[in-house]
């Protein structure tokens, strides 16, 4: 046996999604970086040992323009090109491949940290080194650091470093929450193992096992669906050991729940229920997937409230906008639904105070073992937020490394910087405006070749005597079209027809908070006459002028009588609404109280209603590419040019008054954050590259020195084929104080518009 010690800035335990989130982040932030992870895949739940695939807030398409971006959208963004199949091997690459970039980052797999060494009185206790045994090779190491990151899950290294925790459920008065329980019990969501199928071709059959469980004999059958056509995540509802304790019965539970599987593949084959003669049992997952364990207390608990009010933080660092998703505590044997569910009306915040630990000074967390009560981790636990959490933990210890302070000390101390930083680096946060003293180009003069100034869906008149080319969509339900207003709306031209003479009643509605997208407050209403006929344009006057510029829903009321036209793809900053509630699990029961459920975007997603908004707008002016917000934010917060032409670049052109230094320009991409980008493709994107996403770029300088000519203009990045969100491009040392600086666009991977959330010129 062999004995090392490993020095660090930056040691993280645990190489789930949160665990790699953070050590990437610390790395990219100029610290020396130790990951470990006790397996030999990284991604944790996610990776090809337990395939469960990556949720986050988009929660399957219910929430609206909310996916994350930072690292988890990078390798979002990355599968979707490399694995349209969702083959969870090639996830466990994509994951690999974005650590092994990282020079500042060293990776230990297979090592299993046992032991902490923390000094210190109970209140504040001090990580000094974790320890970890490294299977296979022999490997003792001894891991130092001035900070720590547990993003074990089940929070190991803060229990042994002598961290708070939370176990189980607390009650109702603790935090006033409707959803727990009377009193406190000691029950967790339990653990699910999964298993994959194949089609042969040829029958196949299929002896079952000792270990087979008769689940005939069980609950199973009346109260879950079985389908022989799914596999994978499909049966996440294969959940067990809630009533037990998630970690020391592990084995106990992973010995029910394979029993399980086999006794369902013996029911699906030898039922007689099932068209199945083909099909064999390809693999089985031998790893519990755990949903929950010990919660470590950070300075705030996240709570029900804090979800389902969207409470905002000063501190908030990251989002989620899965449902707050409970599962009994009997899994799969019990007799009720496999999950309640219950959403926020759009993405809730995370506190930085949720991220580090109460009483350990130099130790952080994220992921499942987030500073949370139960309901609330409820939401907060899927791997995507996990995620998002681990970057904002990262980039949070990398400034304690900087400044030579606690986790704490940042909070009280570092606060903007820590949240800037995330900005500048396009992390997964809401709320937060650029207000970077180092961004340079929040003092420039912003213009551009030109600017969508009309907000419509694409239409396309038809020549003399030709009929409109689009889809007839009975108006049988309500609809809401989603639209940016800056600085006002006075009217919506809709294109209808009508089977006889009646009247189309249009209503608008604000969205309550910024990042909301749901028809919450009756600003204005009128009815509009429709003459029976065929296609033809009527107008609806309904003026609506707010303070700031804000999202607005336009619902048009069912009238059987009358039909709109739709059309693709979204135009940008807009979205279409369908009321009617939208629940394509059967093993889960939602809760239909919350607008967003009764106003779900699927149905018709990727389409618009065919209609003509006015005024002229500003809601996609160049400016809004220096705003801040990097993303739909109380608008879209992006420049769209006008629709582009072959042969014509469109600019993005920023001025200074007195020559500025700038060390690296930034640039942020539109790629579109309303589709859902899942891992093993839950529900399937077509494009391996956002359409949105501008293809081919030149970034350009120009020199104090030089005059006003386009000869003079320095090129600092030529990049053609581009299909990444966040591009950065340092300054050639040599290009000295600058005057102005452009972005030009040649072509987009699809998208009529070239679409830019962010320019900045880094100090």
């Keep these: 046996m062999r004995t090392q010690t490993v020095e660090a800035d930056v040691v993280v335990v645990g190489g789930g999604l949160a665990g790699v989130s953070a050590a990437v982040a610390a790395a ?138 939370r176990l189980g459920k607390e009650s109702q008065a603790e935090f006033g929450e409707e959803w727990a329980p009377p009193e406190p019990v000691r029950e967790f969501l339990g653990s699910t193992l999964l298993f994959y199928t194949k089609d042969l071709g040829h029958p196949v059959k299929y002896v079952a096992p000792e270990t087979a469980i008769d689940i005939t004999t069980t609950p199973i059958p009346m109260n879950r669906v079985i389908r022989s056509g799914d596999s994978g995540a499909h049966y996440w509802w294969i959940e067990w050991g809630g009533e037990l304790d998630i970690v020391d019965d592990n084995e106990r539970i992973r010995d029910e729940l394979r029993g399980v599987i086999l006794g369902i593949w013996d029911y699906i084959k030898n039922s007689g229920r099932f068209d199945a003669d083909n099909l064999t049992l390809e693999w089985i997952g031998n790893v519990p997937g755990k949903r929950e364990y010990r919660r470590l207390v950070g300075d705030y608990t996240l709570h029900q409230g804090d979800v389902v009010d969207q409470t905002v933080f000063d501190d908030g660092v990251a989002f989620g906008g899965w449902s707050i998703d409970l599962h009994p505590a009997q899994g799969m044997y019990a007799e009720g639904a496999g999950a309640l569910q219950r959403f926020s009306e759009g993405v809730f915040e995370i506190p930085y105070r949720s991220l580090y630990s109460v009483n350990v000074e130099n130790m952080l967390f994220a992921g499942r073992d987030v500073s949370a009560t139960h309901i609330a981790f409820g939401a907060a636990r899927v791997m995507a937020t996990c995620g998002a959490m681990g970057q904002a933990a990262g980039t949070a210890a990398a400034l304690c490394v900087e400044h030579g302070t606690t986790p704490r000390g940042i909070y009280t101390d570092h606060l903007d910087e820590l949240r800037q930083t995330l900005l500048r680096w396009d992390a997964p946060a809401v709320g937060i405006a650029n207000a970077d003293p180092r961004d340079l180009a929040r003092r420039a003069r912003v213009t551009a070749s030109s600017t969508t100034t009309r907000i419509a869906a694409p239409v396309a008149e038809p020549a003399d005597g030709d009929p409109y080319d689009f889809d007839v969509y009975d108006l049988d339900v309500d609809l809401g079209i989603v639209l940016p207003v800056d600085p006002r709306l006075d009217t919506v031209e809709l294109l209808v027809s009508a089977r006889r003479d009646t009247t189309l009643a249009v209503e608008v509605y604000s969205t309550g908070k910024p990042q909301n997208v749901v028809p919450a407050h009756l600003e204005a209403k009128t009815d509009v006459v429709v003459a029976a006929g065929d296609e033809r344009w009527v107008t609806a006057h309904v003026a609506f002028a707010p303070d700031t510029p804000q999202n607005a829903v336009v619902v048009l009321r069912a009238n059987p009588d009358v039909a709109v036209r739709l059309t693709s793809p979204l135009p940008a900053g807009v979205l279409t609404l369908v009321h009617r509630v939208d629940n394509d699990d059967q093993n889960v029961q939602i809760s239909s109280e919350e607008l967003l459920v009764q106003w779900p975007t699927k149905p018709l997603r990727g389409r618009s209603v065919v209609f003509r908004a006015g005024p002229d707008t500003r809601a996609l002016a160049p400016e809004r590419a220096t705003s801040g917000f990097h993303r739909n934010h109380g608008g879209p917060h992006l420049w769209a040019s006008s629709p582009m032409v072959a042969g014509r670049d469109e600019w993005l052109h920023l001025d200074w008054d007195e020559p500025v230094t700038g060390r690296e320009v930034r640039v942020v991409f539109d790629d579109d954050l309303d589709v859902e980008l899942n891992t093993l493709h839950h529900h399937r994107t077509p494009d391996e590259i956002m359409p949105t996403l501008v293809r081919d770029y030149r970034v350009e300088v120009l020199p104090a020195g030089a005059v006003p000519a386009e000869d003079r203009w320095v090129t600092v990045a030529d990049e053609t084929d581009n299909r990444w969100r966040l591009r950065t491009h340092p300054l050639p040392a040599d290009v000295g104080p600058l005057r102005a600086a452009r972005l030009v666009v040649g072509a987009t991977n699809g998208a009529a518009q070239a679409r830019v959330v962010a320019l900045r010129v880094q100090e």
């Design 28 to 165: 990219r932030l100029g610290r020396q970086v130790v990951l470990v992870n006790n397996r030999p895949v990284l991604g944790g739940n996610s990776s090809s040992e337990v395939r469960v695939w990556v949720c986050g807030a988009t929660a399957h398409g219910n929430q609206r323009w909310a996916r994350e971006t930072g690292i988890v959208g990078e390798m979002y963004v990355e599968n979707q090109y490399r694995n349209p199949e969702g083959n969870p091997v090639y996830w466990d690459d994509v994951v690999l491949d974005t650590v092994r970039r990282e020079e500042n980052l060293r990776l230990f797999l297979n090592t299993d940290v046992r032991e902490v060494v923390a000094t210190g009185p109970e209140d504040a206790r001090r990580i000094e080194s974790v320890t970890g045994w490294t299977m296979g090779s022999e490997i003792l190491t001894t891991f130092t650091a001035p900070v720590f990151l547990d993003c074990t899950g089940d929070g190991l290294v803060g229990a042994l470093a002598g961290a708070r925790y």
